[in-house]
């Protein structure tokens, strides 16, 4: 399911894939499909201090963007971006799935 903000030179979507069994759907809160050719898959995080990627929720972000390449057959480049209130923790998880990061500051000045 896609629902789309018609913006200059991009669009900013929602994507959801429903299925019978609750443990088989994948939500990612906000998409932007850009006109470079990339696919910014963005993960909304609130916590009141830096968010932390583990191992497991690693493995979770990874079968969202696996989900959504095969389910909307994508030729674009996909990029995870974090949206979190204090950032990140910088470790192996983060460092090695996240290509962008953005914190309230950033959304609210």
Not at 48 to 65: A, G, P, Q, V
Request: glycine share 2%.
């Amino acid at each position: 399911m896609w629902r789309v903000i018609k913006l200059k030179n991009h669009e900013e979507n929602y994507w959801q894939r429903r299925r019978k069994k609750r443990s088989n759907q994948v939500q990612i809160d906000l998409c932007i499909d850009r006109n470079d050719q990339i696919i910014n898959l963005c993960e909304m995080k609130f916590s009141i201090n830096k968010f932390t990627i583990d191992k497991s929720y690693s493995e979770n972000l990874r079968n969202k963007i696996g989900a959504f390449k095969t389910e909307t057959k994508t030729k674009k480049a996909v990029h995870l971006t974090m949206i979190t209130t204090f950032g990140l923790t910088e470790n192996e998880y983060a460092l090695n799935l996240v290509q962008n990061r953005l914190t309230m500051d950033v959304l609210f000045p």
